[in-house]
C-alpha cells in the first residue's frame, strides 16, 4: 500500500443513543465520502449495528466487540491494521479516509492515546505501520440534548467525551424545540463550555450545519482541548505502561467492573408484536433509569421478511421497519445494556416473548419483578400491565414506521 501522505482518521464518540450511527449513515449517503473506511465499535457480544449502517463499499468495514478503550477486548491499532492489510491484499480497494464510531461507553484517552505521537509507545511492526500510514484528524462527540445531563452525571465516560472532542454535534435539538420540557438550551452550552471551551459547538439541526465540514480532516492536538485532557492522557499511558489500563486482575473491562452489563438476546422464531410491545414495557418498568440502551433487529409474526429495527435510549423508544434483512442473519438479535440489573431478570423477561404458555409467562414475570428492588407497587403494576394484553379481545398494532430517508 504506497501511501505519500498518512490517512486521516476521525473518531465519532457520544453517549449511548447520542445519534452516532444517524450521523455516519448521513455523512456515507454522499458520494464525496464514498471511499470512506469506517470501524464500527460495539459493546457486547453481538454486533447489531454493522447492519444498520449503510456503507456502499461494505469491505471497508471493519466491526468489533468489545471496548476499545478496554484493551483486553479490543484496540484501535489492531482495526487499522486490519484495513490496512486488506488493502494490501487486495482484498479491498484503497480509502482516503476512516472514521472510527466508538460504542457510547467508551473513554476516549486510551484511544486516542493510541493515535497520537508522545502516546502510547509503537511495540511492533503493527503499531508503527499504524503510525505511519495514519493520523487522528478530529474527535466528533455526538449530544442528545435531551438526556446528556444525566448522562453526564451518572457517567463519567460521557463527560469525558465532550471533553476530548474539537466538534459537538447537538442531536435531538427538533424532537425538544416544542417540547413544554425542552432543556434549557443557554445552560447546557455553558455547561460543555466549562468542560471544553475549545471545542466548536454545531446543531444537527441548524440553518447552517454542514456535515461534511464537521467530519473534514483537521489538525488535531489533544493539548489544545484543556489541562484535564492531557492530565487523563498522561493517566492512560502510565496505566498501560503498568498493563492496569482499564483491565482488573480478572480480566473484565472496566465497565463490568462500574455494574455495567451487555446482554445478547436471541431467538430464531418470528415473535407477535403484542409480545414485542410486552417484552419492552416490562423492562422498561423493572430496570428504571439502570436501563441504559436497547437496540435490535426483530423478526415478526406479521411479516417475518421485514425486520423490525428497535432503538431505546434510557425510557425513549424509536421503531422502523426495513424493507428486507439486511445480511444472511434472519435471527431476532437484541442487546441490552444495563448498570446494576442481574442478566437473569432480563433474559426472564425475553424468554417470555418467545412462544411459551401464558401461564409461565405469568410466572417468569413475576420472577423478574420479585428480583427487581421496585417493591411490592411495582409488582402490583406488572400484574395489571400484563393482565390487561393478555385478556385483550382487540388490541392496536404498535406503531411502527418505515425506514426513514436519510435527511439531505
Request: proline letters at 6%; glycine letters at 6%; charged letters at 20%.
Amino acid at each position: 500500500m504506497k501511501i505519500d501522505q498518512p490517512i486521516p482518521v476521525t473518531i465519532l464518540t457520544g453517549f449511548l443513543g447520542a445519534g452516532k450511527s444517524t450521523l455516519l449513515n448521513e455523512l456515507l449517503a454522499s458520494e464525496a465520502f464514498a471511499d470512506t473506511a469506517v470501524i464500527i465499535n460495539e459493546f457486547g457480544d453481538i454486533s447489531i449495528d454493522h447492519d444498520l449502517v449503510r456503507v456502499n463499499k461494505r469491505e471497508l468495514m471493519v466491526t468489533t466487540t468489545g471496548c476499545l478503550c478496554c484493551t483486553a477486548a479490543s484496540d484501535i491499532r489492531s482495526s487499522l491494521f486490519e484495513l490496512y492489510d486488506a488493502v494490501e491484499s487486495k482484498a479491498v480497494p484503497p480509502f482516503k479516509r476512516v472514521i472510527v464510531e466508538t460504542t457510547g461507553l467508551a473513554d476516549p484517552a486510551p484511544i486516542i492515546n493510541q493515535l497520537t505521537p508522545g502516546g502510547l509507545p509503537a511495540v511492533g511492526y503493527r503499531d508503527h505501520v499504524v503510525a505511519r500510514c495514519f493520523r487522528l484528524s478530529g474527535v466528533v462527540c455526538a449530544i442528545d440534548v435531551t438526556t446528556i445531563e444525566k448522562s453526564m452525571e451518572r457517567h463519567f465516560e460521557c463527560m469525558k467525551q465532550v471533553a476530548f472532542a474539537d466538534i459537538v454535534v447537538l442531536t435531538k435539538t427538533d424532537v425538544c424545540a416544542e417540547a413544554a420540557a425542552a432543556p434549557d438550551r443557554s445552560g447546557l452550552l455553558t455547561r460543555i463550555r466549562q468542560i471544553n471551551a475549545a471545542a466548536a459547538v454545531v446543531d444537527r439541526h441548524g440553518d447552517d450545519f454542514d456535515l461534511a465540514a464537521v467530519f473534514a480532516p483537521r489538525r488535531y492536538v489533544p493539548s489544545e482541548q484543556g489541562g484535564d485532557v492531557e492530565g487523563w492522557l498522561a493517566l492512560e499511558q502510565a496505566l498501560a505502561q503498568q498493563g492496569q489500563a482499564h483491565d482488573n486482575a480478572a480480566g473484565s473491562s472496566r465497565h463490568a467492573a462500574a455494574g455495567i452489563q451487555s446482554l445478547a438476546l436471541l431467538e430464531s422464531r418470528p415473535v407477535s408484536a403484542r409480545n414485542l410491545a410486552l417484552f419492552i414495557d416490562l423492562l422498561k418498568a423493572v430496570t428504571g433509569p439502570q436501563l441504559l440502551r436497547l437496540k435490535g433487529l426483530v423478526g415478526l409474526e406479521d411479516d417475518p421478511e421485514r425486520p423490525l429495527v428497535v432503538h431505546g435510549v434510557q425510557h425513549a423508544t424509536q421503531q422502523y421497519r426495513l424493507p428486507a434483512w439486511p445480511s444472511d442473519d434472519r435471527r431476532t438479535r437484541m442487546v441490552v445494556i444495563t448498570h446494576g440489573i442481574d442478566e437473569s431478570t432480563v433474559k426472564n423477561l425475553f424468554t417470555a416473548i418467545t412462544g411459551i404458555p401464558a401461564r409461565a409467562k405469568a410466572e417468569l414475570v413475576l420472577t423478574a419483578a420479585g428480583l427487581s428492588l421496585l417493591g411490592v407497587a411495582l409488582v402490583t403494576g406488572l400484574l395489571l400491565i400484563f393482565h390487561e394484553r393478555a385478556t385483550a379481545q382487540f388490541e392496536p398494532p404498535a406503531v411502527i414506521h418505515d425506514l426513514p430517508n436519510p435527511k439531505p
